[in-house]
């Protein structure tokens, strides 16, 4: 499995921009994608972005040409660029990669989470 630690959350003022890092550790060659996910208070945990080893990306609706999914595996490292930020951004924003262990064993592993503040 791997072992996911995220950064770059903090509090920023609506229209603003942060980006999220993702460093990953680990059996890393067993990564098949790796996706950004975000949580409030009494809601489901819910997929943001993510990116297939391919590099295919997909994006929840609300935010779709204002966040950009990257991966640069030099740095084993996923980023999630956040522009033109609002109140409703505000969540906790996880890392998460899921792969497979021998080419038959899936798994599952996710960051402990960074908290992203939208003040209006």
């Known amino acids: 499995q ?7 959350g903090g ?3 609506a229209g603003g921009s942060l980006r999220l890092s993702c460093k990953a ?3 890393i060659l067993s990564i098949n994608s790796m996706g950004w996910y975000h949580q409030t208070p009494g ?3 819910e997929l943001v972005a993510d990116i297939t ?4 990306r997909t994006y929840a609706d609300s935010v779709k040409g204002r966040f950009t999914i990257s991966r640069d595996n030099s740095k084993d ?4 660029e956040m522009n033109s930020l609002t109140s409703e951004d505000t969540a906790k924003y996880y ?3 899921d792969g497979t262990i021998g080419g038959a064993a899936p798994y599952e592993s996710w960051g402990r989470g960074t908290q ?3 003040s209006s």
């Open 2 to 8: 791997v072992q996911l630690v995220e950064s770059g």
């Open 11 to 13: 509090l920023v003022q």
């Open 25 to 27: 550790s680990g059996n």
């Open 43 to 45: 809601k489901q945990r």
């Open 53 to 56: 080893r391919d590099g295919l």
């Open 77 to 80: 490292t996923l980023y999630l």
């Open 95 to 97: 890392c998460h990669a």
């Open 116 to 118: 992203v503040t939208v």
